[in-house]
């Protein structure tokens, strides 16, 4: 790996710049198993890992294009190694300062905290993670310290402010995170006892089956990770759900499937939960 890397320190795959599959044998210089860490937190696991298994290529997003600092930990022989990434959540996914349409922004967060939402567990979201608070370099410049970068006070004037604004980037995470945060709560599939499966459908859509302890709700959640409109063909016999009718929770919209087949329509950053309609109709007389 690093006779490759080691030309290139700078070294950045953007996704949204991406026209065709990535060659990592090219990108390492070398062919070996590829692990990929989703939200890397700290850095220190991905760190450590790769540590440990040289012989695994391990990536992670580069968070610090978008203006992450790195803070480093000094090591036995007296050198510097990185030890954390400090970032918020929405600067790793948004640029600071880019010139994007500020719903186009919110569609790509809400895209990424889905996908925290639909896997099995307990999801936690801190408060700056909630309100897309981008990062704070003033108050690092005062404390001296990278951590500072997503601890910032949160004046709740300039909150209330904002939401008088429809169209600020508060009410529009308001308005669409909101719904994602009432219908997983909703829904007794997203327990955290219930069964999970991840379909590999498409490299551009994060596609989940979620089904509920009982075995007896299920609800279908897609994610497209890309900038670009595109379609997915789900054959319903690999799901071995037997459904034609299926209801999207958050557009509120309903899917037909043809044939065994479900085709569904994903705008750029679009997130779609489906539930066989029969089930909505269960979940609705157990309220």
Do not use: C, Q
């Given at each position: 790996m690093a006779g490759k890397l080691k030309h290139y320190p700078d070294i950045a795959l953007?996704?949204?710049?991406?026209?065709?599959?990535?060659?990592?044998?090219?990108?390492?210089g070398r062919s070996a198993p590829l692990h990929l860490e989703i939200g890397a937190g700290k850095g220190t696991f991905l760190l450590n890992q790769a540590k440990a298994q040289p012989d695994i290529d391990f990536i992670s997003q580069r968070a610090k294009a978008h203006g992450a600092l790195i803070?480093?930990?000094?090591?036995e022989d007296m050198s510097e190694e990185p030890y954390e990434i400090n970032s918020t959540w929405w600067s790793a996914i948004n640029a600071d300062n880019c010139d994007e349409d500020v719903l186009f922004q919110v569609r790509r967060f809400l895209a990424t905290k889905s996908i925290a939402l639909v896997l099995q567990g307990v999801p936690a979201v801190y408060a700056h993670?909630?309100?897309?608070?981008?990062?704070?370099?003033?108050?690092?410049?005062?404390?001296?310290?990278?951590?500072?970068?997503?601890?910032g006070m949160i004046d709740s004037e300039s909150l209330a402010s904002d939401f008088k604004d429809p169209n600020s980037k508060l009410s529009l995470l308001r308005r669409y995170g909101g719904k994602l945060n009432l219908v997983r709560t909703r829904n007794r599939a997203f327990h955290p006892h219930g069964e999970q499966r991840v379909l590999m459908i498409s490299p551009d859509v994060f596609t989940v089956l979620r089904t509920s302890p009982e075995k007896d709700?299920?609800?279908?959640?897609?994610?497209?990770?890309?900038?670009?409109?595109?379609?997915?063909?789900?054959?319903?016999?690999?799901?071995?759900?037997?459904?034609?009718?299926?209801?999207?929770?958050?557009?509120?919209?309903?899917?037909?499937?043809?044939?065994?087949?479900l085709l569904v329509y994903l705008q750029p950053y679009d997130v779609i939960w489906l539930t066989p309609s029969s089930d909505l109709a269960k979940e609705s007389s157990l309220r």
């Open positions: 953007i996704t949204d710049n991406l026209t065709a599959p990535i060659d990592f044998d090219d990108v390492f803070s480093y930990k000094m090591t993670g909630t309100i897309g608070t981008p990062n704070d370099y003033e108050l690092v410049k005062k404390s001296k310290h990278n951590r500072d970068i997503n601890r709700m299920y609800i279908l959640t897609m994610t497209n990770v890309t900038n670009r409109a595109l379609s997915v063909e789900i054959a319903l016999p690999d799901l071995k759900i037997e459904e034609k009718r299926w209801f999207d929770l958050l557009a509120e919209k309903e899917w037909l499937a043809e044939e065994g087949k």
